[in-house]
């Protein structure tokens, strides 16, 4: 079975019981902020893939972990079941749909905005004002900082890409000039 | 008729072959005694008589009649000569089988030698005639060499023209496919060299206008291109458009 369908369902499973308990927000935001962190450490991931690191072991470090990010009951015993099963390497992908499915419940678009130097708060506002207006849906922008693109801004909903990029004008300015083969 | 000669002939043959064999067995059979007119113990050998070893003889003569020879001994076996009669019959015994058994193979044999001897003078004549139809050949071409000589040099001379017609136009038309194959060669050549430098400049521009661009960009211009997204922005289609992409 395919990591994004058990991701999938694990993420439908979570998305039901924080409706259930009305904490779908707050086990969003744990479950992202964990698997942000196993994301970032490849340590961590290293000892909780391996198997030459124990089950009881795995348990403490998934325990420990949470204690520190003072997560929930909910998260706690997700990510414990994940070791449990040997599907911890899903959790990215579980995080992502978790947000997906919330996002999508409540008629949010997330959209990735890529600037080359940091923008002004006045200015995220004013694109996230634009994109709303464009997609007619709340939009929720996350910033993301890339000197690659030299200036402009490219920003990604879902599979649609609005690129403003002076790369990408480049890159078409080289395609143009380039001749036929 | 014939046959009865050819038979006729071979019976006589064989009959006259058969007494000159039977003569001297006559003389074996007829033992001479006398030897009054031998002076010495040696053989002597008369015409129509056979060699008789002179001693024998000699012995003999002691109990016979002086000088007459014996009476021929046909029948009686047992005596000192062997019996005329079964001499003879067994000379013509032997002739018989050599002539029962030796006839077909013989006749044969003379058949095949006779009809190899006509095939040679056959063969031969062949050779003959053939070598005398060579001779009148070159007799004619003798007599017309002159002429041949002519008319073939003409030939070779009209060969050589058109051989040298031919090699020289197939050189004229390789040549000039080969000027072609070149000029297309040098074309093509020229071409993409055209277009690797045109590819190169292009290169070296954007590489030269990004490097530019990292470098002498400022926040202010950070700013105007991040205003003009936004107003291309506001230039995009509504949701309900499937388009998506660049605004660039």
């Known amino acids: ?181 | 008729m014939r046959r009865f000669r050819r038979g006729f002939r071979r019976g006589v043959g064989v009959l006259l072959v058969a007494t000159a064999a039977a003569w001297p067995l006559l003389s074996w059979a007829i033992t001479p005694t006398d030897h009054s007119k031998e002076g010495s113990h040696a053989a002597e050998l008369r015409p129509g008589e056979a060699l008789v070893p002179a001693h024998a003889a000699e012995g003999a003569g002691h109990d016979e009649h002086g000088g007459a020879p014996e009476a021929i001994n046909w029948f009686s076996f047992g005596t000192k000569t062997p019996p005329y009669a079964a001499m003879v019959l067994n000379l013509g015994l032997l002739i018989g089988l050599y002539y029962y058994f030796g006839k077909k193979p013989i006749a044969q044999g003379l058949e095949n030698r006779r009809q190899g001897v006509v095939r040679e003078i056959e063969e031969a004549q062949r050779l003959k005639h053939e070598a005398e139809q060579r001779a009148k050949s070159y007799q004619a071409k003798l007599s017309h060499l002159q002429e041949e000589l002519v008319v073939t040099r003409h030939a070779l001379i009209e060969t050589g023209k058109g051989e040298k017609e031919r090699i020289v136009r197939e050189a004229e038309e390789k040549a000039a496919r080969m000027q072609r194959e070149v000029e297309f060669l040098v074309e093509q050549e020229l071409k993409q060299i055209r277009q690797d430098l045109w590819r190169e400049a292009v290169e070296l521009a954007v590489a030269s206008a990004e490097g530019v661009l990292t470098k002498g960009i400022t926040q202010a211009d950070h700013e105007r291109l991040a205003d003009e997204y936004l107003k291309d922005l506001a230039k995009q289609p509504s949701p309900a458009s499937p388009s998506a992409g660049g605004v660039s």
């Open chain 1, 1 to 181: 079975m395919s990591i994004s369908l058990v991701a999938r369902r694990y993420a439908a499973a979570l998305r039901e019981i924080g409706e259930e308990l009305r904490q779908l927000d707050t086990l969003n935001t744990e479950i992202s902020n964990v698997a942000e962190l196993y994301e970032g450490s490849a340590e961590l991931r290293i000892a909780l893939e391996s198997p030459l690191v124990d089950h009881a072991s795995k348990r403490a470090i998934v325990a420990t972990l949470a204690k520190r990010l003072a997560v929930g009951q909910i998260a706690q015993n997700t990510l414990a079941l994940l070791v449990d099963r040997r599907r911890i390497k899903t959790l990215p992908a579980i995080a992502k749909f978790l947000r997906e499915m919330t996002d999508k419940k409540r008629g949010v678009l997330r959209a990735e905005v890529t600037t080359a130097v940091p923008c002004s708060d006045d200015y995220y506002e004013r694109l996230k004002v634009q994109l709303e207006k464009m997609t007619g849906k709340t939009v929720v922008v996350e910033r993301q900082v890339d000197p690659q693109i030299i200036s402009g801004v490219v920003t990604r909903i879902g599979d649609r890409v609005f690129d403003g990029s002076v790369r990408t004008r480049l890159q078409t300015m080289r395609d143009m000039l380039m001749p036929s083969a």
